[in-house]
T-cell receptor
Framework: EAGVAQSPRYKIIEKRQSVAFWCNPI?????LYWYQQILGQGPKLLIQ????????DSQLPKDRFSAERLKGVDSTLKIQPAKLEDSAVYLC?????????????FGPGTRLTVL | AQSVTQLGSHVSVSEGALVLLRCNYS??????LFWYVQYPNQGLQLLLK??????LVKGINGFEAEFKKSETSFHLTKPSAHMSDAAEYFC?????????????FGTGTRLLVSP
């Protein structure tokens, strides 16, 4: 079974530029999460999707961050415009609604550096 | 609100020594608890999980953890450390058996293993 895929793995941009990250969850997983992991901290949930609907985006900075999950499969997280404090690893995770529904599976992450 | 406290941002052990990583949680409902491991430049990998069944949980790579409700703890142990165990370890909590699982992570403990 293929794992959660993310791209790009690394991205360097200057502040005020825009950037987008892509995530492909494990096949059949209805729930998809985006986390932000700042250096030295644990991951923090940004947004959670169930199929193509948003379940929780309470910690998403909506003035600059946006996310979508078209057709309930792939998802894209966008930052526009980026700030220095957005430098972090962005992790995507997915979860089954079946037998392993209590477990989130994580992708390798995208490391964003904002200069 | 749920939270997790991981005591010690760094833990150093010698190869072959006991590994003990501490995690205390706070939850107003019966929790599910997780330990994840993160190797450099990789995503999070599930080590083990407690989901209200047996209180002593065995995971991958020889790790285990014991859920102690009276102490609100879920410490991670391994009898004998190996060099390959050097990584960052995260404890996480979620509200028990709910449909939309939201993980709250601790700040992580970096395990250093010396020869």
């Amino acid at each position: 079974e293929a794992g959660v895929a993310q791209s790009p793995r690394y991205k360097i941009i200057e502040k005020r530029q825009s950037v987008a990250f892509w995530c492909n969850p494990i096949s059949g997983h209805a729930t998809l999460y985006w986390y932000q992991q700042i250096l030295g901290q644990g991951p923090k949930l940004l947004i959670q999707f169930q199929n193509n609907g948003v379940v929780d985006d309470s910690q998403l900075p909506k003035d600059r961050f946006s996310a979508e999950r078209l057709k309930g499969v792939d998802s894209t997280l966008k930052i526009q415009p980026a700030k220095l404090e957005d430098s972090a690893v962005y992790l995507c995770a997915s979860r089954s609604t079946g037998g392993t529904r209590d477990t989130q599976y994580f992708g390798p992450g995208t490391r964003l550096t904002v200069l | 609100a749920q939270s997790v406290t991981q005591l010690g941002s760094h833990v150093s052990v010698s190869e072959g020594a006991l590994v003990l990583l501490r995690c205390n949680y706070s939850s107003s409902v019966p929790p599910y608890l997780f330990w994840y491991v993160q190797y450099p430049n990789q995503g999070l990998q599930l080590l083990l999980k407690y989901t209200s069944a047996a209180t002593l949980v065995k995971g991958i790579n020889g790790f285990e953890a014991e859920f102690k409700k009276s102490e609100t703890s879920f410490h991670l142990t391994k009898p004998s450390a190996h060099m390959s165990d050097a990584a960052e370890y995260f404890c996480a909590v979620s509200e028990g058996n709910t449909g939309f699982q939201k993980l709250v992570f601790g700040t992580g403990t970096r395990l250093l293993v010396s020869p």
